[in-house]
């Protein structure tokens, strides 16, 4: 994707510690807002994770310092003290810091504490939503809420801070709602069993892996085979699981 460049340099004007969290979208760099691109021309620093766009790099001048400071599922990972002293660190030394999130930063993003963490320190902060990776189902012919199907959404992480899945599923599965599963590939058989106890195995349920990118992966199935979905279409998160009749809606 080629980039145009805006410079605003002026090195006579006064520095102005400054974060804005941007959301970078599910996956196709040309899915971020104006508004994100607009910032993105102007930053001093980028401190990018690793499910944002590399190509979203591009915009930012050549003079931008651009820092990894991704968490990989399970594995690798930058503390998040560290972004917090990185962020503090670079608002103070140049100015307009862009923390770019995959996703929305404020749907299991964490970008909320990194707000309130700069704003603890006088840093002025902005935020500028981005396209959560759930929106992007609808590449698939899977929309969120269908007329006399889903009633509505219940948005769950399947795996919460003391690493238990979330209670609300439970809660969830009683409504006409479709249910969508953000983190949830390693519970994926604990999902399962939780359909299956409640007599709701046979609801359809999809998963789908890298939306919005040429080399997605999509699964769909039944919501007791989901462990089977991910191991015959070779999925690893991250990755989104949906469950609701809205997934057999255009098929």
């Known amino acids: 994707m080629r980039m145009t460049h805006s410079s605003t340099d002026n090195a006579n004007e006064p520095l102005h510690p400054e974060l804005y969290v941007i959301g970078a979208g599910p996956g196709d760099p040309e899915l971020i807002t104006v508004k994100a691109y607009k910032v993105l021309q102007q930053a001093k620093v980028v401190l990018y994770d690793n499910l944002a766009n590399r190509e979203l790099l591009d915009i930012t001048q050549p003079e931008c310092e651009k820092i990894y400071v991704g968490k990989r599922p399970y594995g690798d990972y930058t503390p998040q003290e560290n972004i917090h002293?990185?962020?503090?660190?670079?608002?103070?030394?140049?100015?307009?810091?862009?923390?770019?999130?995959?996703?929305?930063?404020?749907?299991?993003?964490?970008?909320?504490?990194?707000?309130?963490?700069?704003?603890?320190?006088?840093?002025?902060?902005?935020?500028?939503?981005?396209?959560?990776?759930?929106?992007?189902?609808?590449?698939?012919?899977?929309?969120?809420?269908?007329?006399?199907?889903?009633?509505?959404?219940?948005?769950?992480?399947?795996?919460?801070?003391?690493g238990r899945l979330s209670d609300d599923l439970k809660l969830a599965m009683q409504s006409n709602a479709t249910v969508v599963i953000y983190m949830g590939m390693k519970k994926a058989a604990e999902i399962a069993d939780t359909y299956i106890q409640a007599g709701n195995g046979n609801i359809p349920a999809a998963i789908v892996q890298h939306a919005s990118l040429p080399h997605k992966k999509v699964a769909v199935g039944k919501a007791k085979d989901l462990p089977e979905m991910i191991s015959s279409h070779q999925l690893t998160h991250p990755a989104l699981i949906i469950i609701g009749w809205v997934v057999e809606v255009g098929r």
């Open 85 to 162: 002293e990185l962020i503090r660190e670079k608002a103070f030394s140049k100015g307009k810091v862009v923390r770019l999130k995959g996703g929305d930063p404020y749907i299991f993003g964490r970008g909320f504490e990194e707000v309130l963490y700069a704003r603890q320190h006088g840093i002025s902060t902005y935020y500028i939503p981005g396209i959560t990776s759930m929106q992007a189902s609808g590449f698939e012919d899977i929309p969120l809420t269908h007329r006399a199907i889903s009633e509505g959404i219940w948005v769950l992480t399947g795996t919460k801070k003391d």
